[in-house]
């Protein structure tokens, strides 16, 4: 496969423009006529690659995310196609530079990734491009297919190609988390000769998965709220893709996504999803592998390349979960499966409430399932839930406490939000792009139920330490009430690959301190431009991605004088263009002499502030922020200014003093002037006092 120059640069900043049906450069199969392919709204992503708005291609769109047809000059394949990322939708940007390193034929090629200047929004926003090819998907609908393919044709042809993806996938930790048959493509020739795993990075892992495909676990959340996953994850949507191509009909037509979950959490995933289609010899050992519902018992890879090598396997059957000798009704509705309830006590958070201070949950616990650990850990989520009292928002946290306690394995549930922890930065990302209630959030990172989850997990979290330590910091983020905390600093820190929200930068899509000193510079040319640079989610979103760049000056950001505020952006615009070794930025250099003002005024000395102004002028030219800010944070300047202006405060108080003296004089015209007429006189008489007597000495010494 042909190496391009464009594959490793996954973070290109593009320019963009939009005309209809024109013709792209040739290439080297010659000239494309556009106005004859369909092609319309071009957009060029680089030098190399040109994307066309008008030519979407439905068959790669991955839900929100939606595909357009592009092509490629010079150093970059010719046949391309672009997802468009959504705002909502974080795409996995920190993977983009392992997956490009990736050759495998079953992969679909990575050719580059960065913002574009996408016409028909009229903004950035961020793109993958990947090398087309991929021909069609091999099942259109997910969630009703049912091929009925004999398995050897399977073994080669699909399991074999499959599992050189994932072990590729795998040696870069990597989890694919869309593996499924409308994802999978016949790379355009019959009788899947040539099979493509279609992409994995442009929206949150998982996200866009149909139901079927997840693990009960995760199925469980809300799509964008699933998490990173693990690798047993695939393994698990790799048995899901396998059972829908072998099975001759569909046993789950019709459900719906919770009925499918529960049907999954009665009977088993293999029992589910292959209902009566039976299987026997070698398939049969994989399929049981690959969908047993216990991480621990599920076949990794490793024992795949084994089956696939001949080696047969005996993976236990799937155990039965734990189910009630009696329902207890909740909800108008009867309940056997602990797991089933916990998903819907929060329909109905004050029955739920009931059910626990009757004892009723206890008992049925206790006496229906005979499950100890479980009694254990309803009595701690009683309590923990107790230690906030038992007003406003109680019942709330109990349900949540308590679905913990019954479903220990699967996501938080909070009022309208279900998530793995590690999926709440995805979600949160989510909440503040489509304008949802952003109170839930902070109620759910303020009752912290993260240290029950881990302790409620039947095997030990991977870096629990880690992940409890950034839930504490939420908290703290909360209560930082400026500019620097809030939810904002929490979607950041729980949401690393998050491009920045700031209303200021709506129309840039900036994901690094460097991006936004680049749209800074593109905004300093507008008209329209704001005044300040900084705002909640600005200060937010830097002090996250680097804190030496400005948590040294968020107090002054924070301060109400204007002029202290000014010259605190200044210095955090200077820090990342020094410490990232940045070009020069005359026009944020021009933007922030136009900000200058307050400070000016903090100087007395007006001949000062004209020298002040005609330096910083000369300085914006160059574009160095570090010098524009050096004018300014010269501390014996100021000191030198305020010890002039407090000289000349004195002097003016002794003027005034005498002006006053003077004016109390004139008030009295009869005695005005005599006191210094006697003093007047006195020196006078004094003086030809002197001389008489010097002139009568001489005198007498003469005679």
Not at 130 to 136: F, I
Not at 312 to 332: C, D, E, H, T, V
Not at 460 to 487: E, P, Y
Request: charged residues 25%.
């Amino acid at each position: 496969m042909a190496e391009t120059a464009v594959q490793n640069e996954p973070d290109t900043k593009v320019k963009a423009s939009q005309t209809e049906n024109a013709v792209p450069a040739k290439t080297d199969a010659g000239a494309t006529d556009v106005a004859k392919s369909g092609f319309s709204g071009e957009c060029a992503f680089n030098d190399h690659i040109v994307v066309y708005s008008g030519t979407n291609l439905p068959k790669y769109d991955r839900g929100a995310v939606k595909a357009f047809s592009a092509r490629g000059t010079d150093k970059a394949p010719s046949n391309l196609f672009a997802l468009i990322c959504e705002d909502h939708l974080t795409p996995r940007t920190s993977r983009m530079g392992s997956y490009a390193s990736i050759v495998n034929p079953a992969l679909v090629r990575l050719v580059a990734s960065g913002a574009i200047e996408w016409a028909p929004a009229r903004r950035e926003r961020y793109c993958i491009i990947y090398e087309d090819g991929l021909g069609n998907p091999l099942i259109p609908n997910d969630t009703t297919a049912a091929l009925g393919l004999k398995p050897e044709m399977v073994l080669n042809m699909i399991i074999r190609p499959l599992a050189s993806a994932l072990s590729d996938l795998r040696d870069r930790d990597i989890v694919h988390g869309s593996i499924r048959g409308s994802n999978i493509y016949d790379g355009g020739k019959a009788g899947y000769e040539r099979i493509v795993l279609g992409d994995c990075l442009s929206s949150p892992t998982s996200s866009t998965q149909p139901v079927l495909y997840e693990t009960i676990e995760r199925a469980c959340a809300m799509p964008v709220g699933r998490g990173p996953g693990i690798l047993p994850d695939d393994m698990y949507a790799l048995g899901v893709t396998l059972a829908v191509m072998l099975r001759h009909s569909n046993p789950l037509e019709g459900l719906s996504d919770q009925e499918i979950i529960e049907r999954k959490i009665e009977d088993g995933s293999y029992a589910a999803i292959l209902g009566k289609d039976r299987f026997t010899g070698s398939i049969l050992e994989l399929l049981r592998g690959l969908l047993h519902d216990d991480v621990g018992q599920r076949w990794r890879l490793d024992e795949v390349l084994e089956w696939l090598d001949g080696r047969r396997l005996s993976p236990k059957q799937s155990a039965r979960r734990n189910k009630a000798a009696r329902p207890i009704p909740f909800n108008g509705r009867k309940y056997t499966q602990p797991e089933i309830l916990a998903m819907d006590l929060n329909r109905n958070v004050n029955e739920a409430r009931q059910l626990v201070d009757d004892g009723e949950m206890e008992q049925w616990i206790v006496r229906a399932l005979e499950d100890k650990p479980m009694a254990a850990r309803l009595e701690s989520a009683i309590r923990s839930s107790e230690e906030g009292g038992k007003s406003a928002g109680y019942p709330e946290r109990l349900a949540t406490r308590v679905g913990i306690a019954l479903d220990p394995e699967g996501p938080i549930r909070y009022k309208s939000i279900s998530v793995a922890p590690e999926g709440v930065g995805a979600a949160l990302m989510e909440a503040f792009v489509m304008k949802r209630d952003l109170n839930v959030f902070t109620e759910f990172f303020m009752n912290y139920f993260i240290t029950q989850w881990v302790d409620a997990q039947p095997t030990t979290v991977q870096d629990a330490s880690n992940l409890i330590s950034k839930f504490d910091g939420t908290r703290a983020h909360l209560r930082t009430k400026g500019m620097g905390g809030g939810l904002e600093k929490c979607l950041y820190a729980m949401n690393p690959e998050a491009h920045c929200l700031s209303e200021k930068l709506s129309k840039y899509h900036v994901r690094t301190p460097e991006d936004m000193m680049y749209a800074f510079e593109k905004m300093s040319k507008l008209p329209s431009r704001p005044g300040m640079f900084f705002d909640r989610h600005i200060v937010a979103f830097l002090s996250v991605k680097d804190r030496k760049n400005i948590d040294p000056y968020t107090f002054d950001l924070n301060t109400s004088e204007q002029y202290r505020r000014t010259l605190a952006e200044m210095r955090t615009l200077a820090t990342i263009q020094k410490r990232s070794q940045m070009p020069r930025f005359p026009g944020i250099a021009a933007w922030m002499v136009d900000n200058l003002e307050p400070v000016y005024e903090r100087f007395h000395d007006r001949e000062l502030r004209v020298e002040l102004r005609k330096k910083a002028e000369r300085a914006k030219e160059t574009g160095d922020l570090a010098k524009l800010v050096l004018l300014f944070d010269n501390p014996a300047l100021y000191q030198e200014d305020l010890a002039n202006f407090r000289r000349a405060m004195r002097k003016h108080y002794d003027l005034e003093q005498e002006v006053a003296q003077t004016e109390r004089d004139l008030r009295d015209e009869a005695s005005f002037g005599i006191g210094t007429g006697r003093q007047i006189a006195a020196v006078v008489a004094g003086i030809l006092a002197g001389i008489i007597i010097l002139t009568t000495t001489f005198m007498n010494l003469a005679g």
